[in-house]
């Protein structure tokens, strides 16, 4: 359809006008647009909710022993015991029988002043040396010293 010559002026007179009526409704609308004031958090409010449980290493017995994959049995490996294995991270000794501990390693803000036969997080402290502490809970006792190793 071929459109007449004398029709082309009012059709691009009318899109002109339509065109400046659009660009002048979004010019109002963006002169009037109030945005809406941001709230505050609070200061040191930080709620990251809780982390991965942590299970020992037996917890996973089925799946070192192939059986998953190879249709081995649950019997665990020739010569593995059940490890010592603790939460509890020494973060220091006092002199007078107390020890730091911490839960978790990089952290200083979740550390507890103990004393012999204090309990946490089912782990009882039994004995406090210079540079360890004797640690029993349900897969043993060992011991933790200040650098982070753990020996039955």
Request: with cysteine.
């Amino acid at each position: 359809m071929v459109i007449p010559k004398k029709y082309w002026f009012p059709i691009l007179y009318v899109m002109a006008i339509a065109f400046f009526c659009v660009g002048c409704a979004i010019w109002l609308l963006a002169h009037v647009f109030q945005p809406d004031n941001p709230i505050p958090d609070p200061v040191r409010k930080i709620n990251l909710g809780s982390g991965p449980e942590v299970y020992p290493l037996e917890h996973y017995q089925s799946l070192l022993s192939g059986r998953l994959f190879f249709g081995g049995s649950d019997l665990p490996f020739e010569g593995s015991e059940v490890q010592f294995h603790s939460r509890l991270i020494l973060k220091g000794v006092i002199k007078d029988g107390q020890a730091v501990v911490g839960l978790d390693l990089n952290s200083n803000n979740d550390t507890r002043l103990v004393e012999v036969g204090d309990v946490i997080e089912g782990e009882t402290i039994v004995t406090i040396g210079d540079v360890y502490i004797v640690v029993k809970n349900q897969t043993g006792q060992g011991k933790i010293t200040i650098n982070g190793e753990q020996h039955l």
